[in-house]
C-alpha cells in the first residue's frame, strides 16, 4: 500500500468534462433523479421510522431526551428531526423531502472528493452513482432517514478534510492543522448521530501510519540509490503525521461538549448512560462472532449481489492494485500496464495512491459495518461513499483496459455491466414505478396492497383509526393520516385519558398515525423485557440483556407513569406473536391491567380500553332516542 508522499495538487482534467456549466447540469439531473427514486415512497413510514418521529415531536412537547423520552441512539437525529419539525410541521413529506436533499449533499462531497483523488468526471459519476445505489437494497431502510443514512454526510466530509490536511495542504502547517481539526469534528458530529461514525479516525489513522512507513522506507532507499534511479523524488511532508492525528483528535472531542451540554441541561445524563451506551453494549454483542461472521458472509453476499456494479468495479480496483505497485516500484515491466509515458506514468502513481486510500477507506468502514454484529441494510451506509468513489474510478478504469480487447470481448463486459445494472434497478424499483402508477391513477394496485410496508402501514392506521375514534381519508399516499391527527393533543394541551395512549412492543409509529401523545417515557420495551426489539417476535428463542431487576423495576415505573396519565386505550404488539413477552405477563402490571378490558384484536394488535369508558361506550348504545 502506498500514500501520498507529497502534498497533491488538483489534478488536471484531461476530458474537458467538468467546467461550472456542465457540473451544475450534472447536479440538477442528480437532484432530479434523488427525487424521482424517492418521492414515490414518501407516504409510508419505514422500520425504526416511528421512533425517530415520535422523539422528535416529544421533544418539541417540551419532554426530555432520554430523561422522559425513551431514546437508544446519540441524540444527533432526534435533535435533526425535532428542528425539522418545528421549522416545516410534523409531516412525513418533511422528512422525505430533507431526505432528497441530504442526499444530494453527499453526492456534492462525494464529487468534489473524487476530483481531488482522480478527476472531476470520476467525481460526477461517484456522486450520479450515490443517488442511486442510495436506493437500491432495502426500501424500508433506505428510504427512511436513520442514524446511518443521517452520519454519511458528515462521515465523508470528514474523511474529505482530514485527508486533505494530509494530501492538499500544500505542506503549509497552519492549513494542515486547521483541516485536520476541521475533518475531526465533522467526525465528531458524526458520532453523535452513530458510533460508528468514529471509525473515520481509524481510517485516518491507517493511512498516516502507512505513510510513515513508506516515508522510512524511501529513505532507507535514497541511501543507495541516486536521484535519477527513483520512480519520483518529492518533497517531504511538512506536518508531523501525528501532531496531524492529535488535531483530527482534538476536533472530534470538541464536537461532543454541545450534545452533552443538552443532555447534561435536560438532566438526562444516566439515562443517556444508560439507553445509549449500556444498553448499546449489550445489544451489539447479543449474537456471537460465529454468528457475526456468518450473518457478515451472508448479508454482505447478498448486498453486492443486488448491487453487483459495485461488486465488479471494488473486485477490479482491488485486483489491478498489486500489478499497478509492481510497476510503480520497477519490478514489471511498463507495458505490463499500458504505461508508456512518464505523464502516463505520474498519472498511473496518482490513481495507485487513491486506489490504496479508498480501499484502506472501505475496510476500516466494514469494520465498522460488522461492530453492530446484525448487519441490518441501513448499515451498508457506511461503506456506500467509499463504494461509490471505487466504482466511479473502477469504470473508468474498465474501459480503458478495455480499449486494447477485442471488440467481442468489449461489447460482452459492456453487456454484462449494463445488465447488471439493470437488474439492480429492476429489482429495487420496480415497486416506485407502481407505486408513481396508483398516484396517477388514485387508487391502490392488488400488488401494493399486499406489499409488506403498505400492509403493515395498514394494521398501524387501523389501530390509530380504533384509538382515536377517527376514520382516515381513502388517500393512496399517505396524506389521509391529517384526518386521524386532526385536532388531536398535538395541536393544544392534552385534556384528559383519551388524549393519551401507550403501545407495549415496538411500533411507535402508531403514536405518530393517530396523534395521540405516549403515556409513558418507554416507546420500546427494550429496557422493560430486557429483549432486542429484532428477536422479542422469535417466540422461545431469545434471552433478557439485562438483570431482572432491571426490567423489574423499569415495569414498575411503567406502572406509575400510566397511572398517572390513565391511557383511555393500551395496544399490544408483542403478545399477538409471543404470548410470555405480553403486557399481561408480568406481575407488575397486572394491577394495572385490571382497570382494562380487552378488546379482541385489530390487525396483529390486541386493543385493551379502561373499563370506565367501555361502561360509558355501553350506556350510549342502549340509550333510547
Same mark, same amino acid.
Given at each position: 500500500?502506498?500514500?501520498?508522499?507529497?502534498?497533491l495538487?488538483?489534478?488536471?482534467?484531461?476530458?474537458?468534462?467538468?467546467?461550472?456549466?456542465?457540473?451544475?447540469?450534472w447536479?440538477?439531473?442528480?437532484?432530479?433523479l434523488?427525487f424521482?427514486? *424517492?418521492i414515490?415512497?414518501?407516504?409510508?413510514?419505514? @422500520?425504526?421510522?416511528?421512533?425517530?418521529?415520535?422523539?422528535?415531536?416529544?421533544?418539541?412537547?417540551?419532554?426530555?431526551?432520554y430523561?422522559?423520552?425513551?431514546?437508544?441512539?446519540?441524540?444527533g437525529?432526534?435533535?435533526?428531526?425535532?428542528?425539522?419539525?418545528?421549522?416545516?410541521?410534523?409531516?412525513?413529506?418533511?422528512?422525505?423531502?430533507?431526505?432528497?436533499?441530504?442526499?444530494?449533499?453527499?453526492?456534492?462531497?462525494?464529487?468534489?472528493?473524487?476530483?481531488?483523488?482522480?478527476?472531476?468526471?470520476?467525481?460526477?459519476?461517484?456522486?450520479?452513482?450515490?443517488?442511486?445505489? !442510495?436506493?437500491?437494497?432495502?426500501?424500508?431502510?433506505?428510504?427512511?432517514?436513520?442514524?446511518?443514512?443521517?452520519?454519511?454526510?458528515?462521515?465523508?466530509?470528514?474523511?474529505?478534510?482530514?485527508?486533505?490536511?494530509?494530501?492538499w495542504?500544500?505542506?503549509?502547517?497552519?492549513?494542515?492543522?486547521?483541516?485536520a481539526?476541521?475533518?475531526?469534528?465533522?467526525?465528531?458530529?458524526?458520532?453523535?448521530? /452513530?458510533p460508528?461514525?468514529?471509525?473515520?479516525?481509524?481510517?485516518?489513522?491507517?493511512?498516516?501510519a502507512?505513510? *510513515?512507513?513508506?516515508?522510512?522506507?524511501?529513505?532507507?532507499? @535514497?541511501?543507495?540509490?541516486?536521484?535519477?534511479?527513483?520512480?519520483?523524488?518529492?518533497?517531504?511532508?511538512?506536518?508531523?503525521?501525528?501532531?496531524?492525528?492529535?488535531? #483530527?483528535a482534538?476536533?472530534?472531542?470538541?464536537?461532543?461538549?454541545?450534545?452533552?451540554?443538552?443532555?447534561?441541561?435536560?438532566?438526562?445524563?444516566?439515562?443517556?448512560?444508560?439507553?445509549?451506551?449500556?444498553?448499546?453494549?449489550?445489544?451489539?454483542?447479543?449474537?456471537?462472532?460465529?454468528?457475526?461472521?456468518l450473518?457478515?458472509?451472508s448479508?454482505?453476499?447478498?448486498?453486492?449481489?443486488?448491487? /453487483?456494479?459495485?461488486?465488479?468495479?471494488l473486485?477490479?480496483?482491488?485486483?489491478?492494485?498489486?500489478?499497478?505497485?509492481?510497476?510503480?516500484?520497477?519490478?514489471?515491466?511498463? +507495458?505490463a500496464?499500458?504505461?508508456?509515458?512518464?505523464?502516463?506514468?505520474?498519472?498511473?502513481?496518482? @490513481?495507485?495512491?487513491?486506489?490504496?486510500?479508498?480501499?484502506?477507506?472501505?475496510?476500516?468502514?466494514?469494520?465498522?459495518?460488522m461492530?453492530?454484529?446484525?448487519?441490518?441494510?441501513?448499515?451498508?451506509?457506511?461503506?456506500?461513499?467509499?463504494?461509490?468513489?471505487i466504482?466511479?474510478?473502477?469504470l473508468?478504469?474498465?474501459?480503458?483496459?478495455?480499449?486494447?480487447?477485442?471488440?467481442?470481448?468489449?461489447? #460482452?463486459?459492456?453487456?454484462?455491466?449494463?445488465?447488471?445494472?439493470?437488474?439492480?434497478?429492476?429489482?429495487?424499483?420496480?415497486?416506485?414505478?407502481?407505486?408513481?402508477?396508483?398516484?396517477? =391513477?388514485?387508487? *391502490?394496485?392488488?400488488?401494493?396492497?399486499?406489499?409488506?410496508?403498505?400492509?403493515?402501514? =395498514?394494521?398501524?392506521r387501523?389501530?390509530?383509526?380504533?384509538?382515536?375514534?377517527?376514520?382516515?381519508d /381513502?388517500?393512496?399516499?399517505?396524506?389521509?393520516?391529517?384526518?386521524?391527527?386532526?385536532?388531536?393533543?398535538?395541536?393544544?394541551?392534552?385534556?384528559? !385519558?383519551?388524549?393519551?395512549?401507550?403501545?407495549?412492543?415496538?411500533?411507535?409509529?402508531? &403514536?405518530?398515525?393517530?396523534?395521540?401523545?405516549?403515556?409513558?417515557?418507554y416507546?420500546?420495551?427494550?429496557?422493560?423485557?430486557?429483549?432486542?426489539?429484532?428477536?422479542?417476535?422469535?417466540?422461545d +428463542?431469545?434471552?433478557?440483556l439485562?438483570?431482572e431487576?432491571?426490567?423489574?423495576?423499569?415495569?414498575?415505573?411503567?406502572?406509575?407513569?400510566?397511572?398517572?396519565?390513565?391511557p383511555?386505550?393500551?395496544?399490544?404488539?408483542?403478545?399477538?406473536?409471543n404470548?410470555?413477552?405480553?403486557?399481561?405477563s408480568?406481575?407488575?402490571?397486572?394491577?394495572?391491567?385490571?382497570? &382494562?378490558?380487552?378488546?379482541?384484536?385489530?390487525?396483529?394488535f390486541?386493543?385493551?380500553?379502561?373499563? @370506565?369508558?367501555?361502561?360509558?361506550?355501553?350506556?350510549?348504545?342502549?340509550?333510547?332516542?
Amino acid at each position: 500500500m502506498t500514500t501520498p508522499a507529497e502534498p497533491l495538487t488538483e489534478p488536471t482534467d484531461k476530458h474537458g468534462a467538468s467546467n461550472r456549466a456542465t457540473t451544475v447540469k450534472w447536479f440538477v439531473v442528480i437532484l432530479a433523479l434523488t427525487f424521482i427514486l *424517492r418521492i414515490t415512497y414518501a407516504g409510508h413510514l419505514y @422500520e425504526d421510522d416511528g421512533l425517530w418521529f415520535t422523539a422528535g415531536e416529544e421533544i418539541l412537547r417540551g419532554k426530555a431526551l432520554y430523561r422522559e423520552i425513551y431514546f437508544d441512539k446519540p441524540p444527533g437525529l432526534a435533535l435533526v428531526y425535532a428542528a425539522l419539525f418545528w421549522i416545516f410541521g410534523a409531516h412525513i413529506l418533511t422528512i422525505r423531502l430533507f431526505t432528497i436533499l441530504y442526499t444530494v449533499g453527499v453526492s456534492a462531497v462525494l464529487y468534489k472528493f473524487g476530483a481531488r483523488l482522480y478527476d472531476k468526471r470520476t467525481g460526477l459519476l461517484a456522486a450520479a452513482m450515490f443517488a442511486v445505489f !442510495s436506493t437500491t437494497y432495502s426500501a424500508g431502510h433506505f428510504q427512511g432517514l436513520n442514524t446511518d443514512l443521517l452520519m454519511v454526510l458528515p462521515y465523508t466530509a470528514g474523511a474529505f478534510l482530514m485527508l486533505g490536511s494530509f494530501c492538499w495542504s500544500g505542506g503549509e502547517r497552519t492549513k494542515a492543522g486547521w483541516l485536520a481539526v476541521a475533518g475531526g469534528a465533522l467526525v465528531g458530529v458524526a458520532f453523535q448521530i /452513530n458510533p460508528k461514525g468514529a471509525f473515520d479516525l481509524i481510517f485516518f489513522a491507517v493511512v498516516l501510519a502507512t505513510s *510513515r512507513v513508506r516515508r522510512k522506507r524511501e529513505a532507507a532507499a @535514497e541511501r543507495y540509490a541516486p536521484p535519477q534511479d527513483q520512480f519520483a523524488t518529492s518533497r517531504r511532508q511538512s506536518v508531523s503525521t501525528v501532531r496531524l492525528f492529535c488535531f #483530527a483528535a482534538a476536533g472530534f472531542v470538541a464536537a461532543s461538549p454541545p450534545f452533552l451540554a443538552y443532555v447534561a441541561f435536560r438532566s438526562s445524563l444516566g439515562s443517556y448512560w444508560f439507553y445509549v451506551w449500556d444498553w448499546g453494549a449489550r445489544y451489539g454483542s447479543y449474537y456471537g462472532t460465529g454468528a457475526t461472521l456468518l450473518a457478515t458472509l451472508s448479508r454482505s453476499a447478498g448486498y453486492f449481489a443486488v448491487n /453487483n456494479t459495485l461488486l465488479v468495479t471494488l473486485v477490479f480496483v482491488a485486483a489491478s492494485f498489486f500489478p499497478k505497485r509492481k510497476l510503480l516500484t520497477g519490478q514489471a515491466p511498463a +507495458d505490463a500496464a499500458g504505461v508508456r509515458s512518464a505523464s502516463e506514468a505520474s498519472l498511473t502513481a496518482r @490513481e495507485h495512491e487513491s486506489d490504496a486510500i479508498l480501499l484502506i477507506w472501505f475496510l476500516v468502514s466494514f469494520a465498522g459495518v460488522m461492530l453492530g454484529g446484525r448487519l441490518f441494510p441501513h448499515y451498508f451506509f457506511q461503506i456506500l461513499p467509499s463504494l461509490c468513489l471505487i466504482g466511479a474510478s473502477g469504470l473508468f478504469a474498465i474501459v480503458k483496459s478495455l480499449k486494447a480487447r477485442s471488440p467481442s470481448l468489449k461489447r #460482452a463486459m459492456t453487456a454484462l455491466i449494463a445488465v447488471g445494472f439493470l437488474f439492480t434497478l429492476v429489482r429495487f424499483h420496480g415497486r416506485s414505478a407502481m407505486l408513481l402508477a396508483d398516484w396517477v =391513477r388514485g387508487t *391502490r394496485s392488488e400488488a401494493n396492497t399486499r406489499w409488506y410496508h403498505d400492509v403493515r402501514n =395498514r394494521e398501524e392506521r387501523l389501530v390509530a383509526e380504533a384509538v382515536t375514534g377517527r376514520r382516515e381519508d /381513502n388517500s393512496t399516499n399517505g396524506d389521509g393520516v391529517e384526518t386521524l391527527r386532526a385536532g388531536g393533543p398535538r395541536s393544544h394541551p392534552a385534556d384528559g !385519558s383519551a388524549d393519551y395512549l401507550f403501545v407495549w412492543g415496538y411500533r411507535p409509529e402508531i &403514536y405518530y398515525w393517530s396523534g395521540l401523545l405516549p403515556a409513558s417515557r418507554y416507546l420500546s420495551t427494550q429496557p422493560l423485557t430486557g429483549v432486542p426489539a429484532d428477536v422479542h417476535y422469535f417466540g422461545d +428463542d431469545y434471552r433478557s440483556l439485562l438483570p431482572e431487576e432491571a426490567t423489574s423495576a423499569a415495569r414498575l415505573e411503567l406502572a406509575r407513569d400510566l397511572e398517572e396519565t390513565r391511557p383511555k386505550y393500551i395496544v399490544d404488539e408483542i403478545g399477538f406473536f409471543n404470548s410470555s413477552l405480553s403486557i399481561q405477563s408480568y406481575p407488575e402490571l397486572r394491577e394495572l391491567m385490571g382497570a &382494562y378490558k380487552p378488546l379482541g384484536a385489530t390487525g396483529r394488535f390486541f386493543i385493551y380500553m379502561r373499563k @370506565e369508558f367501555s361502561k360509558k361506550h355501553r350506556l350510549r348504545q342502549v340509550r333510547p332516542d
